[in-house]
């Protein structure tokens, strides 16, 4: 027989009757007369009042009662009126002999209901007057003389859900007031009132108290629990304090009814969910499969909550993983959060996961979360797909490439996917697609996990990406197959040396029939680069055909030449030749012609046309700087001209430092840059070192070239760099004191700071500077990266007691 509501359940009859006072109190008069509907059923009878109000239901049997509910229009919601144990209870005829509702049946347990018969006279007068009491007043004096009767701890538990769950407060004070005379614990009223006035520091507090109560004080605790869930006070000091009580509340029968008010809050249930099942698994997850079907969101949680440890058993896997898929590519906005649902989902995993995501083909590159990418990788690291679905997953991860928006395309090349994927199952159709993508988005980002993703690739890369080249028809696309091409093919094998040079020959072959000097000089400097690998050190022929293919090509060639100058095979002449057009390149003076083309008729005013010569010496400047950067760390550059070259950089330096000659400020930074990278390597020469030490320190009030100079000295080896270093964190420190630096560049002076705290030596008042420094970190501790902050616990190890101190927030 289906189990009715009963007195208890008082909340469920409020919900339902949604502030109607003459329909609750109806169904009071019904439960006097032992009479009751199940839940689903008094859900479908409350839109029909009359059938409730007729006076005639109260005696109403069996027999009779399908002729009363037709009277009213409700003949057709398949209601039934059921005895036994002597109670009446209208049920849905689905609800009869259902074994789903067999199956998630809760065991039947004594309640309020049952317990009221048993009381002695004394206990069932005032029980049942606050049972029958309407107004607040009435029912805080029927609380008041039950209170006198001195009611034991169960009988108190059984009402304390109703009574706590009360709009009146009068009646929850006189409440707390008979739990007190009825002789519950300290810490059980305080937690009660605390959690009356939703104090969730006094309710983390006591619950490590009451958690080691036992019997009829923790059913207090559960009572008050689902009185307050009830009351919509859901919040995470409840959930903490249900976890708290775990072991009591994984075999309380008020389970089902507190996960079922808990899941629809959004509160993070994780913790109490598994606490729950440490205790009695089978109880909980039965428990929070009555849920299931709610809602998206909630069926969501529902399935991380359920999907346990892996190894874990699982209630009903199969549906949990169809319904998991189902809402992981949903297209619309619920679920939010899938991360976590597909984290859930890899749990669950029993072979067919793979399988089931390739079969909803299309759904991936439309749902709206990109959680499902992440799902894939983590399948292809754990081995689990086949060859199989890999050959469904390729074309589907191609469309997607090519047509998905953004977030996908973009999830899908930082989870390396296209990489981790079985070989051998034709992963090389996708190598147009990401090449494209790159062409189509022009970022770095793109272009970085593209490139990781073709490394993954390996040869299966290389032939299409060589038929991209001479075939596909953007120019773009081509240049940029060009640049890719170094990185994928071998270039450090020495046995391989003989397809090193194939390689650079076949790159150069397709010169004649390009028009676009920008396309030639893409193709020239990957031959360049591929011609300089390890693998071709001792043959000096694709150099050559490399250095002849850059006559003709004026600026374009900077590249390329920059390779071929780092590179072992060209002669000294040559190469001297190279870093002076390089230089000359850097140091070229561009006149001032920017004269009125224009006059606005209107107003007069003139427009200015900036000359070509600057616009081409500003974009060939980073270019040429770059090269120079390549020839001075090469370990074929003779010290005379890393000399030269180096003396020249720094005059420059020293006069865009100083708006004498006037450049834009990325190829100032760019500059400053390169010398930080000749000077910062270990094999540096001393006096070298010092000359662009000297040059950097005037420009420290820049935090980039702060950070650069920081590095240089990282290597100094004489009292002169300690002291220039020492002059450098005086300027530092009396600009971030004077507030010099904006909001935006905090965390940036931050790891400046920290990058000069590194410093080994700053002068003869090194220790005083060491002091100021962390002292100013201490004080912009707010703005620490965590990178800046690993490092900080690095270097503490260093300094002394009390600067150590000092960083402890690190």
């Known amino acids: ?43 479908a ?4 009042k009359a059938l409730i109000m007729d006076r005639r239901l109260r005696a109403a049997d069996p027999a009779g009662f399908p002729a009363l509910a037709q009277e009213h229009g409700a003949g057709d919601l398949g209601l039934v009126l059921v005895a036994a144990d002597g109670w009446r209870t209208v049920a849905l005829e689905d609800e009869l002999d259902n074994p789903l509702m067999a199956a998630t049946a809760q065991p039947a347990e004594p309640g309020l209901a049952a317990l009221v018969p ?28 039950l209170r006198y009767a001195t009611p034991p701890l169960a009988l108190v ?30 810490a059980v009223v305080d937690l009660i009132r605390a959690i009356q006035r939703r104090d969730g520091a006094a309710i983390h507090r006591l619950a490590e108290q009451v958690a080691r109560l036992t019997g009829s004080q923790l059913d207090l605790v559960v ?47 994780l913790d109490l969910v598994r606490a729950l099942q440490a205790h009695d698994r089978e109880r909980t997850d039965q428990a929070l499969m009555v849920s299931f079907g709610s809602s998206p969101a909630q069926d969501a ?66 749902s709206w979360d990109t959680a499902v990418h992440w799902l894939l990788a983590e399948l292809c690291r754990g081995g689990r797909i086949d060859h199989a679905t890999t050959v469904a997953l390729v074309p589907l991860l191609a469309r997607i490439l090519r047509d998905a928006p953004g977030p996908h395309l973009l999830a899908v090349l930082d989870q390396q996917l296209p990489a981790l994927l079985p070989a051998g199952c034709g992963r ?4 147009e697609p990401m090449v494209e993508a790159v062409a189509r988005y022009r970022d770095d980002r793109t272009r970085d996990t593209v490139t990781a993703c073709l490394m993954g690739l390996g040869d299966e890369a290389v032939a299409p990406l060589w038929r991209m080249l001479d075939d596909h028809p953007l120019p773009r696309v081509r240049m940029l197959v060009a640049a890719l091409l170094p990185d994928l093919l071998p270039g450090r094998d020495q046995a391989l040396a003989a397809a090193a040079a194939d390689a650079v020959t076949r790159m150069l072959a397709g010169l004649a029939r390009i028009e676009q000097a920008d396309e030639r000089a893409a193709r020239v400097t990957a031959a360049a680069a591929l011609a300089c690998t390890p693998a071709l050190a001792t043959d000096p022929a694709p150099a050559a055909l490399v250095d002849t293919a850059t006559a003709g090509l004026g600026d374009w060639a900077i590249e390329a030449l920059g390779f071929l100058a780092a590179g072992p095979h060209i002669s000294a002449e040559r190469r001297a030749a190279i870093t002076d057009r390089l230089l000359g390149a850097v140091q070229e003076e561009v006149p001032d012609r920017n004269d009125p083309a224009t006059a606005d008729p209107a107003g007069g005013e003139p427009t200015w046309q900036i000359d070509d010569a600057l616009s081409r010496h500003t974009d060939n400047v980073p270019r040429a700087l770059a090269a120079l950067g390549r020839i001075g760390t090469s370990p074929s550059c003779p010290p005379e001209l890393l000399t030269r070259l180096t003396g020249r950089l720094c005059r420059q330096w020293k006069l865009v430092s100083t708006w004498r000659v006037v450049w834009g400020p990325g190829c100032v930074q760019e500059l400053g840059a390169t010398l930080v990278r000749l000077a910062e390597r270990t094999g540096f020469p001393g006096g070298l070192r010092v000359a662009v030490c000297e040059a950097l320190v005037p420009g420290v009030s820049q935090l980039p070239v702060a950070r650069g100079l920081a590095r240089v000295l990282l290597h100094a080896d004489s009292p002169y760099l300690a002291t220039l270093a020492g002059r450098a964190v005086v300027r530092l420190v009396d600009l971030a004191t ?47 990266s965590s990178r800046a902050r690993a490092r900080l616990r690095y270097l503490a190890a260093e300094l002394p007691e009390d600067l150590r101190a000092r960083l402890d927030w690190a």
């Open 157 to 186: 538990g059984e009402l304390m859900p109703m009574l706590l769950a009360d709009g009146a407060e009068l009646v929850r004070e006189r409440a707390i007031g008979l739990l007190v005379a009825s002789g519950a614990a300290v």
């Open 45 to 48: 009878v409350v839109g029909c």
């Open 118 to 145: 048993t009381l002695a006279p004394a206990l069932r007068g005032p029980v049942e007057g606050l049972l029958a009491a309407r107004a607040d007043d009435q029912r805080a004096a029927a609380l008041e003389q």
């Open 738 to 784: 004077g507030n010099h630096y904006a909001e935006d560049e905090q965390v940036e002076l931050v790891e400046t700071l920290t990058d000069f705290l590194a410093v080994p030596h700053l002068g003869a008042d090194g220790e005083a500077q060491r002091r100021r420094l962390v002292q100013l970190l201490a004080l912009r501790k707010d703005h620490a």
């Open 223 to 269: 009572a008050a629990l689902v009185a307050a869930l009830v009351r919509g006070q859901a919040d995470q000091a409840l959930v903490d304090l249900a976890a708290a009580i775990a072991p009591h509340l994984a075999g309380h029968r008020a389970l089902a009814r507190v996960l079922d008010l808990l899941l629809p809050t959004g509160l993070s249930l």
């Open 1 to 43: 027989m289906p189990q009715g509501l009963r007195a208890a359940d008082a909340p469920i009859f409020q919900r339902h009757c949604a502030g109607d006072m003459t329909l609750l109190l109806r169904l009071g008069n019904l439960l006097q007369a032992q009479l009751t509907f199940t839940e689903p059923a008094l859900a």
């Open 301 to 366: 949680v529902l399935v991380a909550l359920l999907a346990g440890p892996a190894g874990a058993p699982v209630l009903e896997r199969d549906r949990l993983l169809a319904r998991g898929v189902e809402l992981l590519l949903e297209p619309g906005p619920d679920p939010r959060e899938r991360l976590p649902l597909a984290g859930a989902l890899l749990r669950l995993d029993d072979g067919t996961l793979p399988a089931r995501l390739a079969a909803a083909g299309e759904r991936i590159g439309r």
């Open 428 to 431: 090389h159709a996708l190598v």
